[in-house]
Nanobody, 117 residues
Framework: VQLQASGGGLVQAGGSLRLSCAAS????????MAWFRQAPGKEREFVSA????????YYTDSVKGRFTISRDNAKNTMTLQMNSLKPEDTAVYYC???????????WGQGTQVTVSS
């Protein structure tokens, strides 16, 4: 599956952004999906995930209550609605997919999110 992330940008603290991940090449609904992020000088970290059906979602503690992950299997897309953004959310955000595996083994290119204070 090929993944294309978009929607990043520059926003002030407290603002919102909506990231999208478009998938192609395979049956999208077969894949669990996730968002990861990597800030400058830091390791890549998990942000949020959604099961293949959309029935289960997961969030890292620092974004709970502010970010919402969703997917539309009919449109082969996944989104991450990010509200109440903080400067520490600044990072390159990556979408990822997995099917029947522990690790996410399909990755899109990143999209830059910058939150100014």
């Amino acid at each position: 599956v090929q993944l294309q992330a978009s929607g990043g940008g520059l926003v002030q603290a407290g603002g919102s952004l909506r990231l999208s991940c478009a998938a192609s090449g395979r049956i999208f609904s077969n894949y669990d999906m996730a968002w990861f992020r990597q800030a400058p000088g830091k390791e890549r970290e998990f942000v949020s995930a959604i099961s293949w059906s959309g029935g289960s979602t997961y969030y890292t503690d620092s974004v709970k209550g502010r970010f919402t992950i969703s997917r539309d299997n009919a449109k082969n897309t996944m989104t991450l609605q990010m509200n109440s953004l903080k400067p520490e959310d600044t990072a390159v955000y990556y979408c990822a997919a997995r099917r029947g595996a522990i690790d996410y083994n399909y990755w899109g290119q990143g999209t830059q999110v910058t939150v100014s204070s």
